[in-house]
């Protein structure tokens, strides 16, 4: 086996391992879906790699990532599966698998980055795939801060998108196979812009619906209890009203017998 392979195989159990010790969803659909997911990505790497992987490059993540995606959407609609939560279950394992998978790619040869002269260069190269694995680390930390803060299912899933995205097209202007398709960009980088754009815009969109829910369902929760927290004062005051009659009723009674007294 080689070294990319070993790598390739240590992320693949290694997302597997992450994603069932945080399942969100029955284990049972982590098993079978980590082999639909494997297989579709395998697929969508080699076909925008074939699309826009440029010289040197016949696979491409950004494919898997989509590809799988997709295949993932699928299963949990037929499935029934609440999206967020699979989502959620999931991001912390392609941050993982992606940062043990370049390791690979650094070993094997392939990715590289552009001539340089720094002192941390290798074979005068930027070790692009080791940046982008110490980035994918960096995204781990951000999926896993924002699953523990988050107010919708999902949006740990959605910081991967924003993370990764945003790390991939920086990383693009280092890589040797930074051939550009439009603008000045590579296919890479028109992605993953659109990628960071669509997971955000989700993001606050949700927050917002989320937000409006909860302020109707407050309103609504305080609307129903209103006439029995009215009727209770009604009654207190009637109670008040009448204690305070008898009292006053008492004091007249006093002040009778206090005057036959005297007389």
Not at 24 to 37: G, K, N, Q, S
Not at 239 to 259: A, C
């Amino acid at each position: 086996m080689t070294a990319y392979g070993a790598f390739l195989l240590a992320a693949l159990v290694a997302a597997w391992w992450l994603a069932r010790r945080r399942a969100e969803i029955d284990p049972v659909h982590v098993d079978r879906m980590t082999p639909l997911l494997v297989a579709s990505g395998l697929l969508g790497a080699w076909l925008l790699g074939r699309i826009g992987g440029g010289p040197g490059g016949n696979r491409a993540l950004f494919g898997a990532l989509l590809v799988g995606v997709g295949a993932g959407i699928a299963y949990s609609l037929a499935r029934r599966l609440t999206l967020g939560r699979v989502g959620d279950t999931f991001a912390p394992s392609l941050a993982l698998g992606t940062a043990v998978g370049r390791v690979g790619c650094f070993f094997s040869g392939c990715c590289v980055g552009t001539p340089t002269a720094l002192p941390w260069a290798h074979d005068g190269r930027h070790p692009a795939q080791l940046y982008e694995s110490l980035g994918a680390l960096m995204v781990l930390g951000l999926v896993l801060v924002a699953h523990r803060r988050r107010r919708v299912p999902g949006e740990a899933f959605l910081a991967f998108g924003v993370g990764y995205g945003v790390l991939r097209f920086g990383l693009e202007f280092v890589r040797a196979n930074h051939v550009p398709a439009a603008g000045g960009l590579t296919l890479h980088q028109w992605i993953a812009l659109a990628a960071v754009a669509t997971c955000a815009a989700l993001f606050v969109v949700r927050r917002r619906l989320y937000g409006a829910a909860s302020s109707r369902s407050s309103t609504i929760r305080r609307s129903s209890e209103s006439p029995g927290l009215v009727g209770e004062r009604i009654r207190r005051s009637r109670v008040s009203g009448s204690t305070s009659g008898r009292s006053l009723s008492r004091r007249r009674r006093s002040v009778k017998s206090v005057r036959r007294t005297e007389t």
